[in-house]
């Protein structure tokens, strides 16, 4: 999808990126996946009713949630069924800043190219709602995931002490001037690795 393309889409449609299908995170998309997933991706992983919150919170503006699927297959009987949910994220937004909530793989789609989909649509999110920086913790211990985040512009700002479990630390990084020409780009260059 081109700049303009992604400038252009309305963001409640469901997108096909790098072999997934991206939709907007629905309370049923919870026990169909999501759930399972988080479990698999964070020593403690958020409730039901932390979901349910965050996806209650989409509708005033303040939060974006979506699920990776693999493509609908097309079953025996014709009939089109929806991809497994094999990832999913979110961004919650502040003034003019968005702030990654999260970034799951389940483990059988990982280093596969979900967790970069995900991250596009998140900027292409963050780039619609004139957010001109984005933020996001990170495990230390979590070095494949700092070096997705380099890939999209984010470099280390700091480090909050204990800040998983109040036993490993958080390394905070920032990427700024997500509204300029160069940023997407670089956006148009990880969707093309793809």
């Known amino acids: 999808m081109s700049v303009i393309e992604r400038m252009l889409g309305r963001p409640d449609d469901d997108r096909e990126l790098g072999g997934v299908v991206l939709s907007p995170m629905q309370r049923r998309d919870l026990r169909q996946g999501v759930l399972e997933t988080e479990a698999h991706a964070y ?58 909530t999260n970034v799951a793989v389940h483990p059988d789609a990982r280093r596969s190219g979900v967790a970069t989909a995900l991250m596009i649509a998140l900027a292409d999110e963050a780039i619609r709602r004139e957010c001109v920086a984005w933020t996001l913790e990170v495990r230390v211990s979590s070095v494949g995931a700092q070096e997705l985040y380099r890939e999209f512009g ?3 700002a700091g480090v909050r002490k204990k800040y998983y479990e109040n036993v490993e630390d958080a ?11 160069e940023y997407r780009d670089r956006l148009d260059r990880l969707e093309a690795q793809r």
């Open 43 to 100: 020593p403690k992983p958020w409730s039901t009713s932390v979901f349910h919150s965050e996806i209650q919170q989409v509708k005033n503006g303040s939060r974006y949630y979506l699920t990776a699927r693999r493509p609908p297959t097309v079953s025996a009987a014709q009939k089109v069924a929806k991809g497994r949910i094999v990832g999913h994220a979110g961004l919650w937004f502040t003034h003019d800043e968005a702030h990654v």
């Open 154 to 156: 984010f470099a280390p």
């Open 171 to 181: 390394i905070v990084m920032w990427c700024h001037d997500i509204q300029t020409a």
